[in-house]
Each structure stands twice: as C-alpha cells, then as structure tokens.
Nanobody
Framework: QVQLVESGGGLVQAGGSLRLSCAPS????????MGWFRQAPGKEREFVAA????????YYADSVKGRFTITRDNAKNAVYLQMNRLKPEDTAVYYC????????????????????WGQGTQVTVSS
C-alpha cells in the first residue's frame, strides 16, 4: 500500500505563488507515474498536471499551462507542483496521485488511471 502525503497549501493573493509537495511512501517511487488533480466546491475532481515515472515527460491542463510546473525528484521520493500567477479560480483542494506503471514515459490524465491518492491540501487564492 502506498501512502501519499501532500503539503504546501495555503492562502495566497491573486498573482502569488505556492509550491505543493507530495511524498509517497515505499521504495519504488521511480515506478510511479505521478499526477496532480484538484477539486473545487461543487465541482468534479479535475486533472491539473502529470509527470512520467522517469520525469522526462510532463503534461498539463490547458487552464494551468504556462503557470504551473510539475517536477519530481526520484532520489528524494518527492513530486512537486510549482504554481505561479495564481488566480481565484485555482482555489480548490489539490490531490496528489500515483500510478504504478512499467512504461517510463507514460502520462495519465484521468482519475481512473491512478492507483493511489493523497488526502488533499487546500489552496485558496484571494482576489
């Protein structure tokens, strides 16, 4: 069983930045493709960003492209989401997700693709 623990959420003004971190447990982090999703009140959970297990490929939702960056450090067993130029519409609970995969360059952007989820961290952007 993999446990994912997110951190780094908080309250920030529009135009500001936050960096979310996710630290999966287990020794096979390099076998996991990673993703970030978010869920605003009354809305479905939506895809934000994904990174392949080797970290060489990434993919973003159009709404965050150019503002958010997903990176991973396999030596530290961690994945990050750097969020810049935040907007009030970015307000949501952000979730880290992991997918076990043998395909080192695979990217996954649907909720159903992922095997494990964190508990979420709140990001609130004030106008």
């Amino acid at each position: 069983q993999v446990q994912l623990v997110e951190s780094g959420g908080g309250l920030v003004q529009a135009g500001g930045s936050l960096r979310l971190s996710c630290a999966p447990s287990g020794r096979t982090f390099s076998s996991y493709a990673m993703g970030w999703f978010r869920q605003a009140p009354g809305k479905e959970r939506e895809f934000v960003a994904a990174a392949s297990s080797n970290g060489l490929t990434t993919y973003y939702a159009d709404s965050v492209k150019g503002r958010f960056t997903i990176t991973r450090d396999n030596a530290k067993n961690a994945v990050y989401l750097q969020m810049n130029r935040l907007k009030p519409e970015d307000t949501a609970v952000y979730y880290c997700a992991a997918k076990i995969t043998a395909y080192s360059r695979g990217l996954y952007y649907t909720k159903e693709s992922y095997d494990y989820w964190g508990q979420g961290t709140q990001v609130t952007v004030s106008s």
